[in-house]
């Protein structure tokens, strides 16, 4: 469980391995080649990706943890997730380039998934958060915890309630282990997206 949000957590698609500290951390481990994606190209949904999700309480809200990955093949992630329905969800990465660069990355799907590069991080672990504004959301990353960079603002099609989560990710490698630390939900509104608050 999450501090601030009443229902439980729960495995949608349960990972290789997980273990839950307190209500502020969590590891999960995904399994081979599993994924989270709608490629646009057309190719066949993958849905595989460990996730663990709950719906949150109606209103403005920020979600927000410290990711670290055990980085081993391209694509592995940590991920911060926002999830209508299979063909309608958000997440936001902390993942492993081809380029064997750790960034932080978008997919918004709305039928098919899109997929954005934002900015590279220079050490083991990152910060990201998702805020509701009403309708809509936004994505930010910090790499102290203090200091947020906007990453998008987006919409999900309407009348179906987002539930918020977590994933770990293994696309093309043999598996990863994720750990989310500092876990935090707050029913609190962002004034402005892009002043770094």
């Not at 009403?134 to 102290?144: I, L």
Request: proline content about 7%; hydrophobic content about 45%.
């Amino acid at each position: 469980m999450v501090a601030g949000v009443a229902e439980p957590l729960r495995w949608e698609v349960p990972p290789a391995r997980w273990q839950a500290g307190d209500e502020r951390s969590l590891t999960a481990t995904a399994g081979p080649r599993t994924d989270l994606f709608v490629d646009p190209a057309g190719s066949a949904a993958k849905l595989t990706a460990p996730r663990l999700l709950a719906t949150p309480p109606a209103g403005d809200f920020t979600f927000s943890a410290r990711v670290s990955v055990e980085f081993a093949a391209d694509f592995d992630a940590g991920v911060l997730l926002l999830h209508a329905k299979d063909d309608a969800w958000a997440k936001l990465c902390f993942e492993y380039s081809p380029q064997g660069e750790a960034m932080v990355v978008s997919v918004v799907t709305r039928g098919h998934s899109d997929d954005a590069n934002a900015f590279v991080v220079d050490g083991p672990q990152v910060w990201l958060r998702i805020a509701r504004r009403g309708d809509a959301y936004a994505f930010h990353a910090s790499e102290d915890g203090q200091l947020w960079r906007f990453v998008r603002h987006f919409a999900l099609p309407s009348g179906t309630p987002a539930r918020i989560g977590f994933v770990a990710q293994s696309p093309v490698g043999e598996g990863c282990a994720v750990t989310f630390e500092e876990i935090r939900y707050a029913a609190e509104h962002l004034d402005d997206l892009r002043d770094g608050a």
